[in-house]
């Protein structure tokens, strides 16, 4: 008795084109996730320079996240429609801003974390005995390297 056996399945240049087609997928996944994580060296920029615009808050305003890499130099400038202290939390870095004049503030990015970016102003800058205000105005995401 000669048994025979039939294949019944997709030929083999579909087998290998499904198999580049499942390839080409995943690198494109591997690397796509890498730069949505903020892997170094994908989507961070080195000594970064971010500029900063303080005006009136809006009521759909973003919080904007300024991404870094431990152990490089960040610059902001500044430019305020109003007087203040702008102060990165955790870092303990201060510089005062003056309605429509640019300021520039460097530091070093030294430890990683997320670190809130204020403006610290009076609730009535007519009064220099009035309360302080605190905005939020970004975050500092410092990665580990």
Known sequence: MVTTVSRNGPP???????????????????????AWIGEPGLNVVPNPTFDLVIAAPQPDEAMTVLPVRQSETVTLRIRSD??????????????????????????????????????????NPADPDSPMAHRQLAVLDVKAQ
């Open 12 to 34: 083999r240049s579909s087998l290998v084109l499904w198999a580049a087609a499942t390839l080409v997928a995943l690198v494109v996944l591997y690397f796509g996730s890498r």
């Open 82 to 123: 109003r007087a203040g202290e702008v102060h990165v939390h955790g870092y303990d870095q201060n510089v005062v801003v003056v309605a429509g004049a640019e300021v520039v503030l460097t530091f070093v990015a030294k430890t990683a974390g997320i670190y809130p970016i204020h403006l610290h102003e009076r609730a």
